[in-house]
């Protein structure tokens, strides 16, 4: 009687894995499809696919990977934990030919001469960039405003700032021009401050290959409304920093083609980017990454931001620090921060402040062993009900004021309301209930 119980036990576990199993791979396939469907043309971008692949499996391979045609077929990919373990071929997800529909052109041209960049800007406030430093077509020597040195072998920093921002000229720029294909080594902070900039021109001409730093290169250009980075070549760049920090005026980023696998700062990137509602940075690794203060920040106003894609895939095992992280960013109805290992993270400061539209924030994957700073990590969350969490360490917190300020809706998980006599660390446990009251929830 035993051994038939067990055979129809083991029956329906088969029955059960074949149907999780077959709900992967149609799903997974209706998202390339989907995405297909959404290309112009037709063609499916690597990152694209990586991204979701990601969605459902772990360990993707690179997307120097899906260049080889052969390789596909074969490619066994491993489901994450959360959807079981198993192991399906990418051709079980997609049986046609998937190496015809990627897209693997270039819209990179090559650099004429990567050892010279000329920038010359006219009296219509249009900053050029070429390689022979040769005016533009149609233009005069008496329509320029100011010629500038080769900046090919430049690094821009706070102690050697870039021309037109040291003799004041980028606050009139209008717009940026490209006239060539140009490969700097670096495009730090070149056009900070331009807060007039309303366009750039042939913008796919910057070849950015060899570029090892992007700190604060859109840094406060208030005015543009659209800034095409899809192409850019980001396998070298270290430092992403402040890169777009107070573009307040773009709506939208296309940032699938990021590689950020050697990026360790990405401090403030979005900071102030406010009319930003959706951004997917599914794409990006963040295994390198030490700094994460102010990613998505808004700090004079609120951001607009309603939806942040892919951080479920962010690696977090080196971040320090996520002061501000997501603050003033009202709209969030949810962060996904699954993946999320906070164990060297020392200062939370500010993280969630003011994000009024979070009900549930989920905190189960943090390791808190080593903060020090917790103040006014949740304040101003007004519609904040329950914080789900494995184990909450506080043993090193030293400083936590107003930690819980105005989130009059929390509840522990034992029915602890919040109390605003109670609004430090001394309550950030799971609840206990009278014994132990605690404003958090078991996981």
């Given at each position: 009687?035993?051994?038939?119980?067990?055979?129809?036990?083991?029956?329906?576990?088969?029955?059960?894995?074949?149907?999780?199993?077959a709900?992967?791979?149609?799903?997974?396939?209706?998202?390339?499809?989907?995405?297909i469907?959404?290309n112009?043309?037709?063609?499916l971008?690597?990152?694209q696919?990586?991204?979701?692949?990601?969605?459902?499996?772990?360990?993707?391979?690179?997307?120097?990977?899906?260049l080889?045609?052969?390789?596909?077929?074969d490619?066994?990919?491993?489901?994450?934990?959360?959807?079981?373990?198993?192991?399906?071929?990418?051709?079980?997800?997609?049986?046609?030919?998937?190496?015809g529909?990627?897209?693997?052109?270039?819209?990179?041209?090559?650099?004429?001469?990567?050892?010279?960049?000329?920038?010359?800007l006219?009296?219509?406030?249009t900053?050029?960039?070429?390689?022979?430093?040769n005016?533009?077509?149609?233009k005069?020597?008496?329509d320029?405003?100011?010629?500038?040195?080769?900046?090919?072998?430049?690094?821009?920093?706070s102690?050697?700032l870039?021309p037109w921002?040291?003799?004041g000229?980028?606050?009139?720029i209008?717009y940026?021009e490209?006239?060539?294909?140009i490969?700097?080594?670096?495009?730090?902070r070149w056009?900070?401050?331009?807060e007039?900039?309303?366009k750039i021109?042939?913008?796919?001409?910057?070849?950015?290959?060899n570029?090892?730093?992007?700190?604060?290169m859109?840094?406060?250009c208030?005015?543009?409304?659209?800034?095409?980075?899809?192409?850019?070549?980001?396998?070298?760049?270290?430092?992403?920093?402040?890169m777009f920090?107070?573009?307040?005026?773009?709506e939208?980023?296309d940032?699938?083609?990021?590689?950020?696998?050697?990026?360790?700062?990405?401090?403030?990137?979005f900071q102030?980017?406010?009319?930003?509602?959706r951004?997917?940075?599914?794409?990006?690794?963040?295994?390198?990454?030490?700094?994460?203060?102010g990613v998505?920040e808004?700090?004079?106003?609120y951001?607009?931001l309603?939806?942040i894609?892919?951080l479920?895939?962010?690696?977090?095992?080196?971040v320090?620090?996520?002061?501000?992280?997501?603050?003033n960013?009202?709209?969030?109805?949810?962060?996904d921060?699954?993946?999320?290992n906070?164990?060297?993270?020392?200062?939370?400061?500010y993280?969630?402040?003011?994000c009024?539209?979070?009900?549930?924030?989920?905190l189960?994957?943090?390791?808190?062993?080593?903060?020090?700073?917790?103040?006014?990590?949740?304040?101003?969350?007004?519609?904040?009900?329950?914080?789900e969490?494995?184990?909450?360490?506080?043993?090193k917190?030293t400083?936590?004021?107003d930690?819980?300020?105005?989130?009059t809706?929390l509840?522990?998980?034992?029915?602890?309301k919040?109390?605003?006599?109670?609004?430090?660390?001394?309550?950030?446990?799971?609840?206990?209930?009278?014994?132990?009251p605690g404003?958090?929830?078991?996981?």
């Open positions: 009687m035993l051994t038939g119980d067990n055979s129809i036990l083991k029956r329906a576990v088969d029955a059960k894995e074949r149907t999780e199993r709900e992967i791979i149609e799903s997974a396939k209706t998202d390339i499809l989907g995405q469907a959404e112009k043309g037709g063609k971008k690597r990152s696919l990586r991204h979701v692949l990601g969605t459902y499996f772990k360990d993707i391979p690179s997307e120097e990977y899906f080889k045609e052969g390789a596909l077929a490619l066994d990919l491993t489901t994450l934990d959360k959807y079981g373990k198993y192991t399906i071929k990418l051709s079980e997800i997609y049986g046609g030919d998937l190496f529909i990627i897209d693997n052109t270039s819209s990179i041209p090559e650099p004429i001469d990567p050892t010279n960049i000329y920038v010359i006219y009296n219509d406030y900053l050029c960039f070429n390689t022979t430093g005016l533009k077509e149609g005069k020597e008496e320029v405003l100011k010629r500038y040195d080769n900046i090919a072998n430049k690094s821009f920093t102690a050697d870039n921002y040291a003799d000229n980028c606050t009139k209008k940026v490209f006239l060539e294909p490969a700097p080594i670096t495009v730090q056009f900070l401050c331009c007039n900039l309303e021109i042939n913008i796919e001409y910057l070849n950015t290959c570029v090892i730093n992007m700190n604060r859109f840094m406060k208030y005015k543009i409304n659209e800034i095409d980075v899809s192409h850019f070549n980001t396998s070298a760049v270290t430092d992403m920093s402040q920090q107070g573009c307040s005026e773009v939208k980023l940032l699938d083609e990021f590689d950020t696998s050697k990026v360790t700062d990405i401090n403030y990137m102030d980017c406010i009319k930003l509602k951004i997917d940075v599914g794409c990006f690794n963040t295994s390198n990454v030490t700094l994460m203060m998505f808004a700090s004079k106003s951001m607009q309603e939806e894609i892919g479920n895939k962010w690696n977090t095992n080196n320090t620090m996520m002061t501000a992280m997501f603050q960013c009202p709209n969030l109805a949810n962060v921060l699954s993946s999320f906070t164990s060297n993270v020392t200062d939370m400061t993280m969630f402040l003011n009024k539209n979070l009900e549930t924030i989920d189960s994957s943090f390791n808190t062993s080593n903060v020090i700073d917790m103040s006014y990590m949740f304040a101003g969350c007004t519609n904040l009900k329950k914080i969490v494995i184990s909450f360490d506080t043993s917190v400083t936590s004021k930690m819980f300020k105005n989130c809706k509840v522990g998980g034992q029915g602890t919040y109390n605003s006599r109670y609004i430090n660390h001394s309550y950030a446990h799971i609840d206990g209930g009278e014994d132990n404003y958090f929830t078991s996981k």
